[in-house]
């Protein structure tokens, strides 16, 4: 029987789909116990791996799957590909109507009954942790007759159609041992020699001890539960042998626990051979010793989600923020040159526009190397979902589920937060004017947040302003900038790159 795993890849496509890998690593994997007549079906089973670019036509994603003939094709499904991926599975099974088509994933689990209902490509969504429930449905396919799985009724933690109905069977535990799924990496799945791999991530837990309302990171898993350490070292230890560019940890927040983190850390430092480290953190975390290690490992992509500092939004979306502790972080990244990323999010419920202006003059006080301004996206499966209306929070209703309207922003305002992310990237994140913000700022008394808005004001007066190049605008910056502190009686004497 031919299996065919795919995923759509976000951006460039060079990323490990490794999701795919821990299916195929599993289906391959010997039962403890053998089921009658399953085992030889199993072993047996032809499994390829098929991903693509986010660019590339559906009809002809879903002409290359058929190609290949599978009996089954499986589709890991997140919310910069669910759409895409719905449109390939109507195609393919307008050319093989008998390929069982079954969806998993963090964007197919909250929504399965929805998709059963709305798409009738889709035969079977597996729900939560995929590794034990599709091979079950691999099982069952390959023990049924006359093309008809048998025994799905049976199988905990999937959605599935039977005469016509949607039936969703009870819940799998996520109870799935660890040492029971063969790592992607140490069992040569993947092949790291390949020259178009460039970030390799690497999961060293499951789940997230957070429950932010606007988050399905923990995908409902009840706790956070870690591979042993002894296999990181060994997935670490053969992933920068080969040197790969970059190394993505997928853990929600690295360093949730402090010592784990660290030792993790030192794992990567004594193994690595050049390469770098991407790692989502929570600042209020850090301390002199873990930043002292993230330099040496080369942790050169960081990310930090504070979200907010409205404190009404905070508590609104289940959030805690220790202003002093995250000062104190941040000035610890700074003081070993680590790049770093602080983000917000826009449309949040009772998130002002003033108050992320607020927010934003606050962080600028801290120097950061950046400072991204995220759109509000209300996933299937989070708490903001159920409460969206409460807040008077409207968005689309396909991924990627933007919010544009809330009742504490206006349509208006988050259209406006487009142009006061291009001023935050022109007049800060481009490096070339940082100095002339912190003059005007320090020394003529002039927000930085005022100085984003009088540039968006000033931007869209100019003459063909949509097509102006990034090049040019540092060409006209310096007037702009010049102007506005001589508004305030300031004569500008710092210098910048043109």
């Known amino acids: 029987m031919r299996i065919l795993l795919s995923s759509i890849c976000l951006e460039t496509g060079t990323d490990i789909q490794l999701a795919l890998y821990y299916l195929k690593g599993y289906l391959l994997k010997p039962p403890p116990v053998r089921p009658s007549g399953c085992l030889p079906a199993l072993r047996s089973c032809d499994i390829s791996i098929r991903t693509f670019t986010e660019d590339v036509n559906a009809s002809r994603i879903a002409r290359d799957i058929a190609r290949h003939k599978p009996r089954i094709a499986g589709f890991s499904c997140y919310v910069w590909n669910i759409e895409k991926t719905l449109s390939v599975c109507r195609s393919l099974k307008k050319l093989h109507a008998d390929i069982l ?70 819940a799998r535990k996520p109870d799935l041992a660890f040492a029971a799924v063969p790592s992607p990496y140490l069992s040569g799945l993947i092949d790291l020699d390949r020259r178009d791999i460039v970030d390799v991530p690497l999961e060293t837990a499951r789940g997230c001890a957070c429950r932010c309302a606007y988050c399905y990171y923990h995908k409902n898993f009840p706790r956070v539960r870690f591979f042993p350490l002894s296999r990181v070292e060994k997935e670490l230890a053969l992933i920068l042998f080969h040197r ?131 759109p509000l996206s209300v996933l299937p499966g989070t708490a903001l979902l159920a409460s969206a209306d409460r807040y008077g929070i409207k968005f689309g209703k396909q991924a990627p ?33 940082q ?62 790159i043109t």
Request: aromatic share 8%; hydrophobic share 40%.
């Open 401 to 433: 589920y933007r919010a544009y309207q809330s009742n504490a922003m206006s349509r208006k305002e988050v259209t406006r937060l487009e142009r006061l992310r291009f001023a935050m990237e022109r007049l800060y994140d481009s490096q070339i004017f």
């Open 101 to 170: 088509v079954i969806l998993g994933g963090p964007e197919a689990t909250p929504r399965a009954e929805d998709i059963l209902n709305s798409e009738p490509a889709v035969d079977i969504v597996v729900r939560g942790e995929g590794e034990q429930a599709f091979r079950d449905c691999v099982a069952a396919v390959a023990a049924g007759r006359g093309g008809s799985p048998r025994g799905l009724s049976r199988i905990t933690g999937i959605s599935w159609r039977q005469d016509g109905c949607v039936r969703s069977n009870p």
């Open 244 to 374: 790969p560019r970059e190394v993505y940890l997928m853990d929600a927040t690295f360093n949730a626990h402090p010592a784990r983190a660290k030792k993790i850390l030192r794992l990567f430092i004594r193994h690595n051979r050049g390469s770098n480290l991407h790692v989502e953190l929570k600042a209020e975390l850090l301390d002199e010793e873990m930043v002292s290690l993230l330099a040496a490992a080369r942790a050169n992509n960081i990310e930090i989600g504070v979200q907010s500092l409205n404190s009404r939004t905070l508590m609104a979306i289940n959030r805690h923020f220790d202003k002093e502790m995250f000062r104190k972080g941040i000035g610890l990244l700074n003081k070993y040159g680590l790049l770093y990323e602080i983000q917000l999010i826009d449309a949040l419920p009772y998130q002002r526009y003033s108050d992320l202006q607020d927010a934003l003059d606050w962080l600028y006080s801290l120097h950061p190397v950046k400072i991204a301004l995220l």
């Open 435 to 496: 100095k002339v913000l912190y003059e005007l700022r320090d020394t003529a008394g002039i927000k930085i947040s005022d100085i984003f808005e009088d540039f968006i004001n000033w931007s869209a007066r100019l003459p063909g302003a949509k097509r102006i190049t990034p090049e040019k605008y540092n060409r006209l910056l310096p007037d702009f900038l010049k102007k506005k502190g001589a508004r305030h009686n300031y004569k500008l004497t710092t210098l910048w």
